[in-house]
């Protein structure tokens, strides 16, 4: 894509070509805005949310990765995706108020295979708490992160973001 610009260096017409090929034609970035002055230079701004979206992303993947957890002397795989949590709660829940019983629950054997285990209260007790205080701690994580790319100012620069967050860009 390509930004068509007017003299005063302004954004007139974004088109869909690989490259500019006239001389108020130039390249196209993501903080290109129609309208708006043209600029090659990513703005502060525009870097400040791209490492607090980086840094979100990993934050979704430290919440809903595996945890491995032992219990009754084997290890299981369980998946913490929001959609994965829904369905152990489904299963959870009624040994939660029973304080007892066990549940049919599709675990990771191994890192290549899941099947059906029946775990007791105690072991879904285990996993519940083992995962709910993982994924706490990646929400502190995250959010330590973002309150400290959230402070870093225009003057110190793109490269304090790559300090607090290093993404290299």
Same mark, same amino acid.
């Not at 100012?153 to 973001?161: A, F, I, Q, R």
């Given at each position: 894509?390509?930004? @068509?610009?007017?003299?005063?260096?302004? @954004?007139?017409?974004?088109?869909?070509?690989?490259?500019?090929?006239? %001389? %108020?034609?130039?390249?196209?970035?993501?903080? %290109?805005?129609?309208?708006?002055?043209?600029?090659?230079?990513?703005?502060?701004?525009?870097?400040?949310?791209?490492? @607090? %979206?980086?840094?979100?992303?990993?934050?979704?993947?430290?919440?809903?990765? =595996?945890?491995?957890?032992?219990?009754?002397?084997?290890?299981?795989?369980? &998946?913490?995706?929001?959609?994965?949590?829904?369905?152990?709660?489904?299963?959870?829940?009624?040994?939660?108020?029973?304080? &007892?019983?066990?549940?049919?629950?599709?675990?990771?054997?191994?890192?290549?295979?899941?099947?059906? =285990?029946?775990?007791?209260?105690?072991?879904?007790?285990?996993?519940?708490?083992? =995962?709910?205080?993982?994924?706490?701690?990646?929400?502190?994580?995250?959010?330590? @992160?973002?309150?400290?790319?959230?402070?870093?100012?225009?003057?110190?620069?793109?490269?304090?973001?790559?300090?607090?967050?290093?993404?290299?860009?």
């Amino acid at each position: 894509m390509i930004c @068509i610009l007017d003299e005063n260096n302004k @954004i007139i017409n974004i088109v869909n070509a690989e490259y500019p090929v006239e %001389n %108020n034609e130039r390249l196209f970035y993501p903080w %290109n805005r129609l309208w708006e002055q043209y600029t090659d230079v990513e703005p502060f701004d525009y870097a400040k949310n791209r490492y @607090i %979206n980086a840094a979100g992303a990993e934050f979704a993947n430290r919440r809903d990765e =595996v945890r491995w957890i032992e219990i009754a002397g084997v290890t299981y795989g369980f &998946d913490c995706a929001p959609e994965d949590i829904t369905n152990f709660m489904a299963a959870y829940t009624p040994l939660m108020v029973k304080q &007892d019983g066990e549940t049919g629950y599709k675990v990771w054997l191994d890192k290549d295979k899941k099947g059906i =285990v029946k775990l007791d209260y105690e072991g879904m007790k285990k996993a519940y708490d083992t =995962v709910r205080s993982s994924q706490l701690a990646a929400y502190a994580w995250y959010e330590d @992160i973002k309150a400290k790319l959230l402070a870093v100012t225009e003057v110190e620069g793109k490269e304090k973001l790559e300090e607090v967050f290093p993404i290299g860009g």
